[in-house]
Structures are given as structure tokens and as C-alpha cells.
């Protein structure tokens, strides 16, 4: 999960480490330490499990040498030629240098205190130049990983501040800090506060009240499918949940959510084909009112927010039923288009939150990351897979975690 946003985490990473490496260098200001090197991700790992035992520490390590030995190997090996051209005067000391640390890598593989671990004999201050091209390259990789352009802006702007100025002894210390610049950065961003679906339940609950919850959003995204999901979660909490069948206008839309229903086990409410959606999501209200049923679900047709009919007609729905929540259901696989059609929707209905669908096929993170920044309201469910169970709650430290850990359990 989110594959692209790390891998240009730890580049970014590295390439400044090689930067300040390099320019040390070039001043005589290095020399090569004994102990071990952490990577980018182990940095997460340790501050994720500080009490880690020994025999976690020696992976670390392996895993480490690992991507490193890629690292500088492309380096020697030359891929970005561009760079070759450039530096073609140097290139006979740094190929001296670079091929030195590919060799220990790729040797002593097992060996913790394995090269590219190097200190300075002067310490070094990050400046702006040091940071410059690669902050750019990392914006550029972000929009390329369909993050919002405001968003990346703001990752980058947020990073640079922190980079900037810090005094640095050792190589590995870039490394940490660029970690904890990036990671500060996007907690920020994906740190929307919002009550959880269950308090508002409970607040409702306590008033006598079903809590109305409308789903919109355009065609696919995963609306029906998560309302059967919610009525599964639910349900599985001990509250009982009723379906509305508004999406009256396509065609097989009342058998889909019907079929949910039934083998979800709750009730749902459905007028015929082509009636009209509002008076359904009504009933339903008025049926969880008199049950004293604790929630309801809209589902609702899905509609480009360019068609101006359905629009209104989405409004007609919201002004009916009266909806405590207004959830914008997004595709996380169409990264930008879904942060656009969440402003469009926003700006049409006054959506509360959003929920992301196909997370679990999501290897790039950009509307995940950008979603909620931009319109700011909290993303509140994702969805993970085609299953009843396959959704969880959202939560700005898992997601934290998923992009700066490498324990890919997914
Ligand atoms: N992998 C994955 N697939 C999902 C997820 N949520 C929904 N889907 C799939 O997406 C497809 C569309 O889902 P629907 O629930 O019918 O989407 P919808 O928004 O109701 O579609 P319309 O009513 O036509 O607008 C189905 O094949 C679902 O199984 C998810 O979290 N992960
Ligand atoms: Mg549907």
C-alpha cells in the first residue's frame, strides 16, 4: 500500500544524504565511521516499537545493506547520465569512492557496521542549496503520485523549513531528519479531527434520534457496496441499521443494495424503479423514527458532477431526508480526479466527510493524502477489498504509519 509515495520518502532521503556526502568530499571534511547505519524506514521501525529486541535490529541491518547496495550501485552503474556528463571531471575519484562503499555493501551484506556510514570532521549545516533540487524532484513526485498540488506544495514548503539549518555530524543524521521532517509534514496534512460514526450514533441515540447518513458520489466509487460494509460494521456493534434504495435511476441498483441487505440482515427500504429517491430516503427516516432504529443509509445513484439534473436532484434527497452526514464516497485509485470531484460535490451539497474506497489496490497514497487537506473535512472509513469486514475506521496515525514504515503487512 502506497508504495509511491514511500519509495520517493526514502529517495528524497537519500539523495540528500548523497548531496552532503558529496560535498564533504569535495571540502575533505569525511571520514568513514565504524557503526551501523539506519535507513530511512528503521528510523519509523524504531520509533514505532522503541523495546524492539536484538534479533529485529540484525534484520533491520539487512534490510538496510540491502537497499543501499542499490543505491550506491546505481550510482557507480551511472543510470542518470546526465550526472555522469557533469561531473566527468571527478569521476575518477568518486568512482574510487562510490565503487569502495557498492563494494562493502554488496560483500558484507551481513555485516551491521558495513560502510556508508560516514562523519564529518567539521559538522555541517543543511542550507538551501543542499535542499533545492531535491525538494523540487520530491513535488514533482508527488504530483506524479497524484497528490494535490496544494498539498504537495505545502509537504514541500513545511519540510524545507524544518531540513533547513539543522547541524548535522554524521551522514546518517540527514537521513533521520528528513524522516522526521517528512513525517511531521504529512501529519499534519492528514490529521483532519473529526467525532467518529459511532459517536454521532451515540449522540443521536441519546436524543431519541436514528443518525441519517446520505452517500454520494459518482458512478462506481463504491457507495452501495459500502453501504453494505457500514450495515455489516454496525450491525456487528449491536445497532440496527436500515437501507434507503434511493438510486430509483439505474438500472439492477435496487436488487444490488437489496441483495446487500438481505445478506447483511437488515432491513431495506425500496419504492419501484424510476420513483422518486427523496420520498424513499424518507420513508426509511420515518421507519427507523418509528423502530427506534439507530441508523440509516442512503444510497443514492451515482452522478457526474457536471450533470446538473442529477445535482439537483442530489439536493432534493439532502433536503427531504435532512441528513445528519453527507459522506462523499471516493475512488482512492483515481488519486486527483477523486480530490476534484470531492471539491465539485463539496461545493454543491456541503459534504461532512468522505470515505475512500479500494485502498487496498491503492499503490500510490496521493488522494489518500490529499482528500482531506483540501477540502477540509475528515476522511472517515476506507474501504479495503470487496468483502462485508473489508472496511476500517480511519485513522491519521495508522496512515502515518503505512507510508513511513516498510513492514509491509499488506
Ligand atoms: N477492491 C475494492 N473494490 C471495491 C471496494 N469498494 C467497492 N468495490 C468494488 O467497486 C465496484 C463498484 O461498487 P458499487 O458499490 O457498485 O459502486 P457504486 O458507487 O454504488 O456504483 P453506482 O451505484 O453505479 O454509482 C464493485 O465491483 C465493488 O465490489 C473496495 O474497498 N475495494
Ligand atoms: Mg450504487
Known amino acids: 500500500m502506497f508504495e509511491s509515495l514511500k519509495n520517493k520518502f526514502s529517495r528524497t532521503s537519500e539523495k540528500l544524504e548523497e548531496e552532503i556526502i558529496e560535498e564533504a568530499q569535495e571540502e575533505d571534511n569525511l571520514q568513514e565511521e565504524e557503526g551501523s547505519k539506519s535507513s530511512f524506514f528503521s528510523f519509523g521501525r524504531k520509533k514505532q516499537k522503541k523495546d524492539e529486541d536484538d534479533e529485529e535490529e540484525i534484520d533491520d541491518q539487512k534490510e538496510e545493506s540491502e537497499s543501499k547496495s542499490h543505491f550506491w550501485s546505481r550510482n557507480k552503474s551511472g543510470d542518470d547520465e546526465e550526472e555522469i556528463d557533469d561531473e566527468d571531471e571527478e569521476s575518477e575519484s568518486k568512482s574510487h569512492f562510490w565503487s569502495r562503499n557498492k563494494d562493502d555493501s554488496e560483500s558484507e551484506e551481513d555485516d551491521e557496521s558495513s560502510g556508508g556510514l560516514f562523519s564529518f570532521v567539521r559538522e555541517k549545516t543543511i542550507k538551501e542549496k543542499h535542499v533545492e533540487d531535491i525538494l523540487w524532484e520530491l513535488e514533482m513526485g508527488l504530483l506524479e503520485g497524484d497528490v494535490a498540488i496544494e498539498v504537495a506544495t505545502e509537504i514541500v514548503e513545511k519540510v524545507k523549513l524544518n531540513l533547513i539549518g539543522k547541524k548535522i555530524k554524521r551522514s546518517n543524521d540527514i537521513t533521520e531528519y528528513t524522516y522526521l521532517a517528512l513525517r511531521s509534514a504529512v501529519s499534519e496534512i492528514i490529521d483532519i479531527p473529526s467525532k467518529s ?40 456493534k449491536g445497532y440496527t441499521p436500515v437501507i434507503a434504495a434511493s438510486d430509483t435511476f439505474r438500472a439492477g441498483a435496487i436488487e444490488q443494495v437489496t441483495h446487500h441487505a438481505d445478506n447483511v440482515g437488515v432491513k431495506i427500504i425500496k419504492h419501484q424503479k424510476g420513483s422518486d429517491p427523496a420520498a424513499v430516503a424518507f420513508d426509511a427516516v420515518e421507519h427507523a423514527r418509528a423502530q427506534s432504529k439507530e441508523l440509516v443509509l442512503i444510497d443514492t445513484a451515482g452522478r457526474m458532477q457536471t450533470n446538473t439534473n442529477l445535482m439537483d436532484e442530489m439536493k432534493k ?47 500510490k497514497g496521493g488522494a489518500s493524502l490529499s482528500i482531506g487537506y483540501v477540502i477540509k473535512k475528515p476522511i472517515l472509513f476506507l474501504g479495503m477489498g470487496q468483502g462485508y469486514d473489508d472496511i476500517m475506521e480511519y485513522d491519521a496515525e495508522w496512515m502515518l504509519d503505512q507510508l513511513f514504515s516498510q513492514d509491509d503487512s499488506d
Open 197 to 236: 460514526m459511532t459517536e454521532m450514533i451515540e449522540d443521536k441515540k441519546a436524543k431519541g434520534e436514528p443518525l441519517v447518513v446520505m452517500f454520494v458520489g459518482i458512478n462506481g466509487t463504491g457507495k452501495t457496496t459500502t453501504i453494505g460494509k457500514l450495515a455489516n460494521y454496525y450491525l456487528k
Open 317 to 363: 434527497i439532502k433536503r427531504v431526508s435532512k441528513p445528519d452526514l453527507v459522506i462523499f464516497v471516493g475512488d482512492a485509485l483515481t488519486g486527483n480526479d477523486a480530490v476534484e470531484q470531492a471539491k465539485k460535490f463539496n461545493e454543491a451539497i456541503d459534504i461532512d466527510g468522505v470515505i475512500l474506497t479500494k485502498a487496498d489496490a491503492d499503490s
